[in-house]
Structure formats: structure tokens, C-alpha cells
Antibody, heavy 127, light 110 residues
Framework: EVQLVESGGGLVKPGGSLRLSCAVS????????IHWVRQAPGKGLEWVSC????????YYADSVKGRFTISKDSAKNSVFLQMDGLRVEDSALYYC????????????????????WGQGTTVTVSS | QSALTQPASVSGSPGQSITISCTGT?????????VSWYQQHPGKAPKLIIY???QRPSGVSNRFSGSKSDNTASLTISGLQAEDETDYYC??????????FGGGTKLTVL
């Protein structure tokens, strides 16, 4: 069964750090890209970051660039989101989700959408 | 990275059709075919219902369809059913190699 399971959320003070994990089963993180998407309580979805299957392509939303770092451990079939310098506005439910895409000459040439999602892990930043 | 623009709410009666718009710019919706739509029921993770502007994943009802014209993408739901009442989000790839979601639309089935 294809599954993504997030963990690592919790309560942290402003300026603190957390490391989220996304454990994958039923497919390899080498073959799919993984995104982190967050949703503040009662608000809409916000894209945060993604890492391609080969780790060659890593991107961040402006709102987290320089503070968050995405990485993967292919041996553990897991993807991580290191969150430093946390702010109150980073409080949200964080989902990981996968997509299947292809690049040619550094350009995206196919993308099949975020087709499988985890259930999310909650991050609360508060003093 | 401004969010794509969606109407906050739309409504329709059972059996009718509704359309949700998603307006972006030449840097996202108008520049790429990588527009997708997600359905999210309360307390649940989003579900992919349309990708590549108009493609339906396996298992998604053919009552859902997508299209795009210039900088505006649209999701049409035909034959509205009570179970369609929930939130819908559009998403697009951008020229910065990032992704951006719309603000979300709440669909009410009257």
C-alpha cells in the first residue's frame, strides 16, 4: 500500500527548531518527488518545499527560504523538513505528498500532480 | 509568490453544474499546463481530482472536468451531489520552479 506518514510536530517557542519526518512505504523516494504543504487552522493550503527523486531539484517558498531545509534519506525511504527560526505564522498542519515528474535539460516536461498525501503533523509555535 | 485567486464560495443545486475559477498570471497558470485541482473534506487530507489542466486520475468521477484559458483555469463539477459539498483548491507550477495554491473555494450544495 502506498503511504506517507508524517511525524515530528509539536509545540515550540518562537525562534526554535523542529525536524519533521515523512516516512514513505509502497514506493521509493528515489522515484518520486516529495513536497511539504502546510495548512494553518481554518486557512487554505500553502506550498512549502519540494525535493525531486534524484535530489537534483530542491525548491522553497519565499516564506520559508533560508529557515527551512528539505532533505531525504533514501536508505530509510524518508524525507525530512528541518525548520529553524520558527515563527508564530509557521503554526500549521504540515502534510507531505508525492508527485511523479520528469525533467529534460533542467526543465520540467511532465508532472502528474500531488497524488498521495499523508495525514499531517501539527506544528504550533507559541511562547 | 502570490496565491492564485479563487472565489471564496460557490453554490449550486443537486444535479446542476458549477464552475470554480482560478486566476493567476503569465508566470504560473498562463505559462504552464501544470495546473491541478484538489478536493478537501473537513479534517481530511487533500485529494487530487485534476492534473495537467484537464486530466483525471484513475478513480475520479468524470463529473469533474478542468480547462484553462489564458491566465484562468476552471474546475467544472456536473451533476452536483451532496457529497461534493466541501473545499476545492487549484495549484500551479510557477516560473520560479515553485508551486502555488489558490486561496480555496467552499462549495455549498443547496
Amino acid at each position: 500500500e502506498v503511504q506517507l506518514v508524517e511525524s515530528g510536530g509539536g509545540l515550540v517557542k518562537p525562534g526554535g527548531s523542529l525536524r519533521l519526518s515523512c516516512a514513505v512505504s509502497g514506493f521509493s523516494v528515489r522515484s518520486y518527488s516529495i513536497h511539504w504543504v502546510r495548512q494553518a487552522p481554518g486557512k487554505g493550503l500553502e506550498w512549502v518545499s519540494c525535493i525531486s527523486g534524484t535530489s537534483s531539484y530542491i525548491y522553497y517558498a519565499d516564506s520559508v527560504k533560508g529557515r527551512f531545509t528539505i532533505s531525504k534519506d533514501s536508505a530509510k525511504n524518508s524525507v525530512f523538513l528541518q525548520m529553524d527560526g520558527l515563527r508564530v505564522e509557521d503554526s500549521a498542519l504540515y502534510y507531505c505528498t508525492r508527485d511523479e515528474r520528469g525533467y529534460t535539460s533542467g526543465r520540467l516536461y511532465y508532472y502528474n500532480g500531488m497524488d498521495v498525501w499523508g495525514q499531517g503533523t501539527t506544528v504550533t509555535v507559541s511562547s | 509568490q502570490s496565491a492564485l485567486t479563487q472565489p471564496a464560495s460557490v453554490s449550486g443545486s443537486p444535479g446542476q453544474s458549477i464552475t470554480i475559477s482560478c486566476t493567476g498570471t503569465s508566470s504560473d497558470v498562463d505559462g504552464y499546463k501544470y495546473v491541478s485541482w484538489y478536493q478537501q473534506h473537513p479534517g481530511k487530507a487533500p485529494k487530487l481530482i485534476i492534473y495537467d489542466v484537464s486530466q483525471r486520475p484513475s478513480g475520479v468521477s468524470n463529473r469533474f472536468s478542468g480547462s484553462k484559458s489564458d491566465n484562468t483555469a476552471s474546475l467544472t463539477i456536473s451533476g452536483l451531489q451532496a457529497e461534493d459539498e466541501t473545499d476545492y483548491y487549484c495549484n500551479s507550477y510557477t516560473s520560479n520552479n515553485t508551486w502555488v495554491f489558490g486561496g480555496g473555494t467552499k462549495l455549498t450544495v443547496l
